[in-house]
């Protein structure tokens, strides 16, 4: 339908198709072809009693259907055949019988127009339809093809159409999108062009080259023609066929390859494939008949113009210019022979002293930047980190100055954190601190891009910005952790052409050294605080839970309890008093028992439920029924829960449902568990609602309040147990409703019983 919805028809009417059930949603006999309208209306054609439409409406992913009107072909139990769309809300039917009608649905079905084999039509027996693009109606029958030309006939009196004679009962049409025809017969399968049902003529059976295959190309039917094959590409092999496939045993191919010098063609046969292995460079010309076997003549023919190409080694222009590549590489290779031998010399010299000055080099470097390893892995917070990394910026790489920035990711600022020379004092504090935003001077153009940047001459850079003074050269190396720049390492100084690669190499990995420490100082900081969270937590969850524990048996069950046992024993009843008795001591030992343990076996809940539902049961003169009920799949041993977290649940059912309901009560308890290890405890009354039981409590004012803050600890207990466990545990309740009444409570607990 429009809704993406499927629906399947069958002998007993329509199904709405599900994952999980199929829905019956109408009930209809005989029910032979479907098809929804763009009104919504569902159009029935029922085997042998006409049409039926139903109004479709949604709901909250329900389907609601009304039957809106009937329609039946004067024919006598005529058959339905096939039902499409029309165009200006139109329905094109196609019966056994009776043909074709085009109907229209206002406040009934309405037949617009009819055609059957009087009117033109080549048969009674309307098996497919299939409207096209165009406008045209293609109709399939018992007895072959009809075109009908939509437009045109809406213009005369009678319909305007083709017939097309294909001597094959048509089953199904289908238009693809290449703009062919696929139809299926009682003869086999029919592939035509649309163009070919535009002509005046029966479509005739046509040969197409389908496929050619060389090397690195496979099955490449688009290839154009006089195509131009590389010379490594020789060996190609051609598929051919016709798309009309009646009648096939009949059809026979020959094909003959010209300009391979064997211009004889091949014996007819049924086998549609040619192959042509190790061809000379040159032009070749493919033909291929199909040929009926029948009598021999041919039907169809089908012809490939190709190229085989010179590999470019055997062409006049590539020896031409190897020949003279080989003269002039022999000619550079004598000239750069003498000069290797005149600079050879001269190199070693220069080697020996580079690599003097770079074993120095190296050797300052690795010093420095040790240093400063071990003196930023002592430090225990990031202040304390930048400040003694911009200390030592000074004290070992002979700076004047030196500023670190962090950047704040909610205004998007630079903001001085540390500092030494001139902003600084000795108290660790800067001396007027600036925020610059990101993108704004050298400092914000660095934590933008990333990258470092050393100034020789500031006067020429328009971004400098001036904090205390002016000074000629600066240089800025971002902190980058995580691909994120999160800060700057800015130095200026008063002489141009100041810093050095040398220092920029020592600033890179000292801002490298900063992200990892800085990393690891926020990661210890959060374990920290989650440690911290954690025990919060727990220590918040074990006086939930006690406090629950506390909570689930209402004083007004304990009293009522002792009073029935009292009444027993005034009675004479001493049997019944000490069965009463037993249990309630048995409940009350259990509870106790398991006040100090988070979690307990699901076969130990259940234990402690049947208990207690056994005491409801006699306390109440068995005036309701219980059932629980618990999964194939379900090892009560093995699976544990939280404990007596479902007892409020069951006592605010038999308190504010069943018994303020007259007739008979019934409580179920249903335990399932799923494939992802999440247990689903349903608990169903047949009582008087949730609304009901509201204004009982406004009628009774201050009756039973310990139960309402029993439930509110536990909606409290899950919601920390799903926020420790990192799970679902959880609780919805919600009304059963029996054609639009309320007919009791049913409330799904959702626990997580995973490791």
């Not at 437009?151 to 048509?170: D, E, G």
């Not at 496979?218 to 290839?223: F, G, I, R, S, T």
């Not at 008063?494 to 420490?517: G, W």
Request: neutral net charge; contains cysteine.
């Amino acid at each position: 339908d429009n809704k993406k919805n499927v629906l399947v028809g069958g002998i007993s009417g329509i199904w709405l198709l599900r994952t999980n059930m199929p829905q019956l949603i109408i009930s209809e006999p005989d029910v032979r072809t479907i098809m929804v309208d763009e009104r919504d209306v569902l159009w029935i054609g029922r085997y042998d009693n006409g049409i039926v439409c139903y109004q479709l409406s949604y709901t909250q992913g329900v389907i609601n259907t009304r039957k809106l009107t009937e329609w039946k072909t004067s024919y006598t139990q005529d058959h339905s055949r096939v039902l499409i769309r029309g165009d200006n809300n139109t329905v094109w039917y196609g019966t056994r019988f009776s043909g074709l009608y085009q109907l229209q649905l206002k406040d009934s079905i309405k037949a617009l127009k009819h055609f059957d084999a009087q009117t033109g039509l080549s048969s009674d027996f309307v098996q497919s339809l299939c409207l096209l693009p165009n406008s045209k109606l293609l109709v399939g029958t018992a007895d072959g093809l009809d075109m009908i030309d939509v437009p045109a006939f809406y213009a005369v009196s009678t319909a305007v159409h083709k017939k097309f004679n294909f001597s094959s009962k048509i089953n199904q049409i289908k238009f693809s999108d290449d703009g062919r025809l696929w139809m299926a017969t009682d003869d086999g399968i029919l592939n035509l062009a649309i163009t070919q049902l535009e002509s005046d003529k029966n479509p005739q059976a046509e040969l197409l080259i389908t496929a050619i295959k060389a090397k690195g190309i496979e099955n490449n039917k688009n290839l154009p023609d006089g195509y131009g094959f590389k010379y490594n590409q020789n060996t190609v092999t051609f598929w051919f066929a016709s798309p009309t496939f009646i009648n096939e045993n009949n059809m026979l191919y020959t094909w003959v390859l010209e300009g391979s010098g064997d211009n004889n063609w091949s014996d007819p046969a049924h086998t549609n494939t040619a192959g042509f292995a190790d061809l000379n460079p040159g032009k070749y010309i493919f033909k291929a008949k199909m040929i009926d076997g029948a009598n021999g003549k041919t039907i169809s023919t089908a012809q490939y113009n190709f190229i085989i190409r010179k590999p470019f080694w055997k062409q006049y222009w590539f020896i031409a210019l190897l020949v003279l590549l080989s003269a002039l590489f022999l000619y550079r290779l004598l000239k750069l022979r003498e000069k290797n031998i005149a600079e050879r010399e001269a190199q070693k010299t220069e080697l020996q002293k580079l690599k003097a000055d770079n074993y120095q080099y190296q050797l300052e470097i690795e010093q420095v930047v040790s240093y400063f390893a071990s003196s930023i892995n002592q430090k225990n917070s990031i202040d304390e980190l930048l400040w003694d990394v911009a200390r030592n910026c000074i004290a070992r790489l002979g700076f004047e100055d030196c500023v670190i920035y962090l950047v704040d990711d909610r205004r998007n600022v630079l903001v001085q954190k540390a500092a030494w020379g001139h902003k600084t004092n000795t108290e660790n504090k800067i001396i007027n601190p600036i925020d610059i935003p990101v993108g704004r001077g050298i400092v914000g153009a660095v934590a933008k891009s990333g990258k470092a940047e050393i100034v020789a001459d500031t006067g020429k850079d328009h971004r400098y910005l001036i904090d205390d003074d002016i000074r000629l050269s600066e240089i800025a190396v971002p902190i980058i952790d995580d691909g994120k720049v999160i800060g700057v390492i800015d130095s200026e100084h008063p002489q141009k052409n100041f810093y050095t690669e040398r220092h920029l190499q020592i600033l890179v990995t000292i801002a490298s050294l900063c992200a990892d420490k800085i990393d690891k100082i926020k990661a210890e900081q959060l374990t920290r605080e989650k440690e911290i969270e954690v025990l919060k937590l727990q220590k918040d969850l074990a006086t939930s839970q006690l406090t629950t524990l506390r909570a689930q048996m209402n004083p007004h069950f304990i009293f009522n309890a002792l009073n029935s046992i009292q009444q027993f024993i005034l009675q004479g009843n001493v049997e019944e008093a000490n069965r009463y008795l037993s249990r309630f001591s048995k409940l009350q030992r259990e509870i106790l028992n398991n006040s100090t343990q988070q979690f307990i076996t699901l076969e130990k809940e259940i234990e402690i439920l049947t208990l207690y539902l056994q005491l409801e049961e006699l306390r109440f003169g068995h005036t309701f029924t219980y059932q629980v009920s618990i999964g194939s799949n379900i090892e009560t041993a093995e699976i544990r829960i939280p404990t007596m977290i479902i007892q409020p649940f069951i006592e605010n059912a038999i308190w504010h449902g069943l018994m303020a309901k007259a007739g008979g009560k019934k409580l179920t308890i249903d335990f399932a568990l799923t494939e992802d290890d999440f247990l689903i405890c349903t608990i169903k009354d047949n009582g008087i609602g949730r609304a009901a039981s509201e204004l009982l409590k406004e009628v009774r004012p201050g009756q039973d309040k310990h139960q309402s803050r029993g439930l509110s600890l536990v909606y409290d207990r899950l919601g920390m147990l799903q926020q420790q466990y990192k799970q679902q545990f959880q609780a919805d309740v919600s009304d059963i409703r029996e054609d639009s009444t309320v007919a009791g409570t049913q409330v799904v607990l959702t626990m997580y019983t995973g490791d």
